[in-house]
């Protein structure tokens, strides 16, 4: 046999994984990848294992069950005063990244262009390649990491197909406005380009800001799929289950791909998720709870040499070292990881052409007491 032609010859293994390989070989502190070092509330917890017990262990239909689409939907139109309809316009997903891969599936065609900002999380260029697509990278500006929309669009072109928006945004914590909206809408103007829109941080945006879900916006609603994740939300990562929105016309599209895909995902997990998401604390509440887990990270770093501005969505935190050593951020995530027992990500892997802004990336979904020992690592840089 004739070696095998790679789909996607230059990819390596993702930081995640090489940070969490990293960070167990020298038992550090795993602030990198970004999970819950907590257990999801045991109601929900109890609420899978009614649904095991219960029966609900074939297939799912295509779509999702009923019960959840319709309060995924309900929950929509009362945050964002949208209306998806249940039957057509709600798709459960393997997690967001399911719902972001098929979603690029469904539209791209070999050499059609996806903007997508940079810094970004890792999965959408190789599932753009892997379509034979082109990403166009936009780097997005610091230090608040904002959308120059001058130079968006510069990049559009008649091959446009996809504009991908992350919001808030990892790594950098970044929200979009509203008036970010507003030109984005602008930009996009009668142009049948589609805006693909990953929002599985949602529900935890800090300061008393509020998200604002392109949904909301009737015009980008229009030509939008929006991405969400469970496992964000309810401290739940390795369920890996989540959801999309999208006018029917789009949805449709999503499905023909989605049902040869996975065809269903999850069974017992939608039935607990259904019942459990009848109560908005469970999801309303999430703002108080990271922003304490934030203020709590950032009061225990205060008088270090790391600089940084508070971030304002997600459940990152980027610090500036630049008065500490001017090492590349994939040298210092290395050397604290193996000298000081503390795991980070080094987001120029995020940016255009490999960008060195001198930031690491800390998650903080941990425990009080990983927290706390996190800070006392980071005082003594
Ligand atoms: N998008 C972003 C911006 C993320 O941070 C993540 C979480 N890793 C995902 C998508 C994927 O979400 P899920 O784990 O639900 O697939
Ligand atoms: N979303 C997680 C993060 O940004 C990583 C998930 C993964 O490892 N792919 O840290």
Request: glycine share 6%; charged share 25%.
């Amino acid at each position: 046999m004739k070696p095998i032609l790679s789909k996607l010859p230059d990819l390596k293994t993702s930081i995640f994984t090489r940070m969490n390989v990293l960070a167990r070989e020298h038992h550090a502190i795993n602030l990198a990848q970004g999970f819950p070092n907590f257990e999801p509330d045991t109601r929900l917890k109890s609420l899978v294992n009614q649904a095991i017990q219960e029966g609900y262990n074939q297939y799912a239909p295509m779509e999702g069950i009923y019960s959840l689409r319709e309060i995924i939907a309900e929950k929509i139109e009362s945050l964002h005063g949208a209306r998806y309809h249940p039957e057509t316009e709600i798709t459960v997903t393997a997690g967001a990244t399911q719902a972001l891969f098929t979603a690029i599936t469904t539209f791209i065609r070999p050499g059609d262009e996806v903007i997508v900002l940079k810094p970004a999380y890792d999965c959408y260029e190789p599932a753009i390649l892997a379509n034979g697509g082109v990403p166009v990278l936009v780097q997005l500006k610091e230090p608040l990491y904002e959308v120059d929309w001058d130079e968006f669009r510069e990049h559009l072109t008649e091959k446009t197909r996809m504009v991908i928006i992350n919001t808030p945004h990892n790594p950098s914590g970044g929200i979009l406005s509203r008036e970010d909206l507003r030109e984005l809408g602008r930009s996009l103007g009668d142009s049948n380009i589609i805006v693909l829109s990953d929002e599985v941080y949602e529900h935890i945006v800090f300061d008393g800001k509020k998200h604002n879900s392109l949904s909301g916006d009737k015009d980008l609603a229009s030509r939008t799929i929006v991405c969400a994740s469970f496992g964000k939300t309810f401290h739940s990562t390795g369920w890996k289950m989540g959801y999309c929105a999208a006018p029917v016309s789009l949805m449709k599209e999503f499905q023909k791909i989605h049902e040869f895909n996975v065809f269903c995902v999850n069974h017992p997990i939608q039935r607990a998720m259904a019942t459990y998401l009848e109560q908005s604390e469970h999801y309303l509440d999430l703002n108080a709870f990271y922003q304490a887990k934030r203020d709590l990270f950032l009061e225990g770093i205060a008088g270090s040499r790391f600089r940084f501005t508070p971030t304002r969505g997600t459940y990152f935190q980027l610090l500036d070292y630049s008065d500490i050593t001017d090492e590349r951020d994939t040298e210092l995530a290395k050397r604290l990881t193996v000298e000081k027992g503390l795991a980070s990500i080094p987001i120029s892997t995020f940016n255009c052409a490999g960008q060195d802004h001198k930031q690491l990336r800390f998650c903080f979904a941990k425990t009080t007491d990983t927290l706390e020992k996190a800070v006392n690592i980071l005082q003594s840089v």
